[in-house]
């Protein structure tokens, strides 16, 4: 191949042809060197987008998940004030015997109303300690005791409140055997009497995470027989309480005699009023009557306040009773004695 000479080379360059672009094609070819520029920096951004965004969402999530923790470990620390508050938090649950006569409203706070057409007869509320001292302070408390023969310990008051709709109020309050609350558990008169409050009052149950609470330990040893001075032979109580009369057997009616025995103090309880008999099953620890009047099984005798007494001399007793009593089925049953709500005593029989 031929070597050109420069001057050859010149002439040659000057035969090619050129080319010139307007304004309008330069203009094109910058915008499209601009957009695939943007298109690189946006790749470059998005590549390391999903990573950051994904290290936010992880941190945002271990932050709640301590916040949640922190809250969850404050409200566990947390101690609730109010008894509605340590009720609905707790493991606790109450029941009353329904009745035809009423309806139970529950309510949000854990408490109940009684209702009776349109308005209410009563209730049952969760208190601390404070709020139920808080709740007898305004009362007008015609009686206060301490409860016997329930199944929990607990408080008895007779409330006067003599307003429109409402003579008295009987308030129990009962000690929950597992916490610190006290189930007040009321009924307004003229709807209860003292026997249909005491009657419903003894139906009350508490329950551990679905299991009953037996509350305080019951003495369920059967009396035992004893002579009066004159060698007539009593079940029950030497010096306090005892009953005579035939062997009990189950569905049958019979009299009997019950003797109270004692001083000024115990004088003091057999005038406040009726005579009332309340039988407890110690199998089912169902509350029943026990007691004949007229046909019908009662709760009580009606007797007047400050009665006459009825003693027997020869045999000791300061005041007796005559009754008729039926029981409905053979078993062991505790009878716990009261006069005008007041108790006086208990012995413990067998029923064949």
Known sequence: MTRLTDEEIILELKNFKSYKMNSNQKQSIENE???????????????????????????????SGSYFAMNQAEEKAVKYTTGSGIFLHGDETFEIKNSNDFIMKRNKDGSVFFMADGKKVGGIEPLTEDEKMKSIQ????????????????????LDHQKTMDIVQIH???????????????YFYTPFFNGDTAADFAHSFKIYHNGKLLQGINEDWTLSTEFATPTFEVLLGEKDKIGI???????????????????GTNEVSIITRGDFKVIATNKKSGEHERV???NSSM?????????????????VGSIHSIPVNMKFSKSGIYRLDTYFGGERFGSIVVEVK
């Open 33 to 63: 060197l601009n957009r695939l520029s943007s298109e690189k920096s946006s790749f470059t951004i998005f590549r390391f987008y999903k990573p950051l965004l994904s290290m936010i969402v992880l941190l945002f999530l271990l932050v």
């Open 171 to 185: 308030h129990y309050y009962f000690n929950s055997p597992h916490s610190k609350l006290n189930y007040h558990v």
């Open 298 to 314: 009662v709760w009580s005798y009606k007797f007047q306040k400050d009665s006459p007494l009825s003693p027997i001399e020869e």
């Open 244 to 262: 005579a009369g035939p062997p009990l057997i189950a569905g049958k009616t019979d009299k009997f005699l019950w003797h109270f025995f004692g």
């Open 138 to 157: 305004t009362q007008n408390p015609f009686v206060s005791q301490d409860l016997e023969g329930f199944r929990y310990s607990g408080t008895y008051n």
């Open 291 to 293: 007691l004949v009047q």
